[in-house]
């Protein structure tokens, strides 16, 4: 794949986020390339570029690129050992950090045709029961493959679907009929399906649990921290001991390990990729239940002090806020992605975290801001990725005073501005980034730097190796689901295959026996004159078995009938100038008998009224 290809391919992305608004510029390139590539050869296409036009002239093939990309390969209770501690270890301390009216809230991220999401549900009735089941459970079940939620809402299932389930499991929940399996419609009401695009939309909130098994893997390194971000802020857990609600939990699948989170999820039950919320520092327990808990309403300061934090979470553009005292104090989720601040950094020194030197020296701005007692904007300042992109900000330090004038603190938003600057001048820069704060500390204590420096190396290369190792298991799971799915097609091509050499078979058995019952001799050649059939009474007459003729011109076989005279009646039914010729000839049968025969001459009619060669009918004429 040349660099040529690579532009190509982006662009084509490109046109995808345009045109359908999918946008998988998230996704792994080398898995994400190979399975465009792959729906390229089944409309044989050869470049990126043609095959852009080819999906403005073929709309319909959005949908089957859409179903190439998103690997739909699932089964109920899909690696049965991670199943078996989800039911041991997480499921009881859900139910019991519950009261008896509480609410349960899990969602399967990325159902795909849905079998996820029931054995979520199996396995939750199992736990509490069919009537508890249908009280308190809500399982969210999204994907963003339509065709996909589709069958998944029918709960309708194939035998080959159910194999992997167990038949006790099947007989309790699932109805037979038309030789299908339906999931039961009483317990379907609590599973609720959706689109939703876990890189682009808000994530459910408050839930216990977060299902999302073999899908992260397609993502790259960034966008998994992003959607992990999201599903930290979505479950609902409190430490152990808070009085709060209970843990909540997330639930991976075997190729996807989330080394590089530690800061959000302790592992639980690394073997199955069980993980356990860590919540963020100082993080107040969030209300449970609703109006069935019987309690008084809030008061309005309270409900105000609500409505504040959650806009202030929720705000589009990133913002954090820094006491007096120079401590970092809030940060939404928007600054939190960022600027890759952890729940850890909340209530640290600012001066001791990145985000007071890069993109910007902040802690100059936020000294100016209190001693001119207004706002300070920097504009256009840039921030340069890794990778070599450049995104530039406006930022807004503004101070905060009480009712004595003494400084409480400020707020620092973070305007992304950087499509306006590029429009006004693509060549202006800021300046590189700033030297780091302290250096003097830093230069009177050079050894234990270069000691702390080189241990820091040294992690880093491990850690490099790990998500090297991680990324590889994940590629590796990629295309071993790439292939199940292929298989499954062929399996199904297969099937197909068979049912028409079993129609095939029976009706050449019904043509044989068709012929087989004529008085007549029936002999049947193709344009050629070639014998294509020949019946048990065209053997009788002249001594020659099927077998013995098959696939030989009738005009070459010494057979005691005078064939050459029947090259001009053939030609004349072959080429249309007539539809029935009948002679009568002196013939010689199979004992040696003086015969006359009438051979009478029809057209073999396959299709649209074309003549593919003369059915001959023989018999002793009396």
């Known amino acids: 794949m040349n660099e040529t290809d690579d532009a190509g391919f982006e662009v084509l992305l490109q046109f995808l986020q345009q045109t359908r608004g999918f946008d998988f510029g998230g996704y792994k390139r080398p898995s994400l390339m190979r399975r465009v590539q792959r729906r390229m050869q089944m409309v044989s296409v050869a470049g990126f570029a043609e095959y852009q036009d080819y999906l403005q002239v073929h709309p319909e093939?959005?949908?089957?690129?859409?179903?190439?990309?998103?690997?739909?390969?699932?089964?109920?209770?899909?690696?049965?050992?991670?199943?078996?501690?989800?039911?041991a270890n997480v499921l009881p301390k859900i139910l019991a950090a519950k009261r008896a009216h509480d609410p349960v809230r899990v969602w399967s991220a990325g159902c795909a045709s849905g079998q996820e999401a029931y054995s979520l549900a199996i396995a939750l009735a199992e736990a509490m029961g069919w009537d508890a089941f249908r009280e308190r459970v809500k399982i969210y079940a999204t994907d963003a493959d339509e065709e996909a939620l589709t069958q998944a809402r029918s709960g309708s299932y194939g035998p080959r679907d159910m194999e992997d389930l167990e038949p006790a499991l099947r007989e309790r929940y699932f109805e037979p009929g038309n030789g299908r399996y339906v999931f039961r419609a009483d317990l379907r009401r609590a599973v609720i399906f959706g689109r939703h695009d876990?890189?682009?939309?808000?994530?459910?909130?408050?839930?216990?649990?977060?299902?999302?098994?073999?899908?992260?893997?397609?993502?790259?390194?960034?966008?998994?921290?992003?959607?992990?971000?999201?599903?930290?802020?979505?479950?609902?857990?409190?430490?152990?001991?808070?009085?709060?609600?209970?843990?909540?939990?997330?639930?991976?699948?075997?190729?996807?390990?989330?080394?590089?989170?530690?800061?959000?999820?302790?592992p639980l039950d690394l073997k199955s990729r069980l993980f356990v919320k860590i919540p963020a520092p100082g993080a107040r327990p969030?209300?449970?239940?609703?109006?069935?808990?019987?309690?008084?309403?809030?008061?309005?300061?309270?409900?105000?002090?609500?409505?504040?934090d959650?806009?202030?979470?929720?705000?589009?553009?990133?913002?954090?806020?820094?006491?007096?005292?120079?401590?970092?104090?809030?940060?939404?989720?928007?600054?939190?992605?960022?600027?890759?601040?952890?729940?850890?950094?909340?209530?640290?020194?600012?001066?001791?975290?990145?985000?007071?030197?890069?993109?910007?020296?902040?802690?100059?701005?936020?000294?100016?801001?209190?001693?001119?007692?207004?706002?300070?904007?920097?504009?256009?300042?840039?921030?340069?990725?890794?990778?070599?992109?450049?995104?530039?900000?406006?930022?807004?330090?503004?101070?905060?005073?009480?009712?004595?004038?003494?400084?409480?603190?400020?707020?620092v938003s973070f305007l992304d501005v950087t499509r306006p600057v590029r429009l006004q001048d693509e060549l202006r820069r800021s300046q590189e980034e700033i030297q780091t704060a302290n250096e003097e500390l830093q230069s009177s204590n050079e050894e234990l730097e270069t000691t702390n420096e080189e241990l820091?190396?040294?992690?880093?290369?491990?850690?490099?190796?790990?998500?090297?190792?991680?990324?590889?298991?994940?590629?590796?799971?990629?295309?071993?689901?790439?292939?199940?799915?292929?298989?499954?097609?062929?399996?199904?091509?297969?099937?197909?295959?068979?049912?028409?050499t079993d129609e095939s078979k029976q009706l050449n058995a019904f043509l044989e026996s068709v012929l087989g019952s004529l008085s007549s001799g029936a002999v049947v050649v193709n344009q050629e004159f070639n014998v294509l059939m020949w019946n048990a009474r065209a053997e009788e007459l002249w001594g020659l078995r099927a077998d013995e003729v098959q696939g030989r011109s009738l005009l070459n076989l010494d057979i005691g009938l005078p064939v050459g005279e029947l090259r001009a009646p053939m030609r004349e039914v072959l080429a249309g100038d007539a539809e029935r010729k009948e002679v009568t000839l002196d013939a010689v049968n199979r004992r040696g008998k003086k015969v006359r025969c009438r051979v009478a001459c029809t057209p073999l009619v396959v299709g649209k009224k074309k003549r593919e060669g003369v059915i001959l009918l023989m018999e002793e004429a009396r």
């Not at 001991?241 to 989330?258: I, K, N, P, Q, V």
């Not at 969030?286 to 504040?308: F, S």
């Not at 256009?380 to 450049?390: A, I, L």
Request: proline letters at 5%.
């Open 61 to 87: 093939e959005f949908g089957q690129l859409f179903n190439t990309i998103l690997i739909n390969v699932t089964s109920f209770f899909r690696d049965p050992t991670a199943w078996d501690s989800l039911r």
């Open 286 to 308: 969030r209300a449970q239940g609703g109006p069935q808990n019987n309690q008084e309403p809030e008061p309005m300061p309270v409900r105000m002090q609500r409505l504040n």
């Open 310 to 411: 959650q806009a202030f979470e929720d705000a589009p553009v990133a913002r954090i806020v820094v006491d007096s005292g120079g401590a970092l104090t809030l940060a939404n989720q928007r600054a939190r992605a960022m600027f890759t601040l952890s729940p850890k950094d909340i209530g640290r020194p600012l001066q001791d975290l990145e985000i007071s030197y890069r993109p910007l020296e902040l802690r100059s701005l936020i000294e100016q801001s209190y001693t001119g007692r207004r706002a300070v904007t920097q504009t256009s300042v840039e921030r340069r990725f890794p990778d070599g992109e450049v995104q530039f900000l406006d930022v807004v330090v503004s101070p905060y005073f009480d009712e004595f004038n003494h400084p409480l603190g400020v707020g």
């Open 456 to 500: 820091q190396s040294s992690n880093e290369e491990l850690q490099t190796t790990n998500e090297e190792l991680q990324s590889t298991n994940e590629e590796l799971e990629t295309m071993n689901e790439e292939l199940q799915s292929t298989n499954e097609e062929l399996q199904t091509v297969n099937e197909e295959l068979r049912q028409r």
């Open 198 to 266: 876990l890189v682009s939309d808000a994530p459910i909130s408050r839930l216990d649990l977060i299902s999302c098994r073999n899908t992260l893997m397609y993502f790259n390194a960034e966008t998994q921290a992003q959607v992990l971000s999201r599903f930290h802020f979505a479950l609902d857990g409190q430490t152990s001991g808070s009085g709060g609600a209970g843990e909540s939990y997330l639930f991976l699948g075997r190729a996807e390990m989330m080394l590089a989170h530690g800061s959000l999820f302790a």
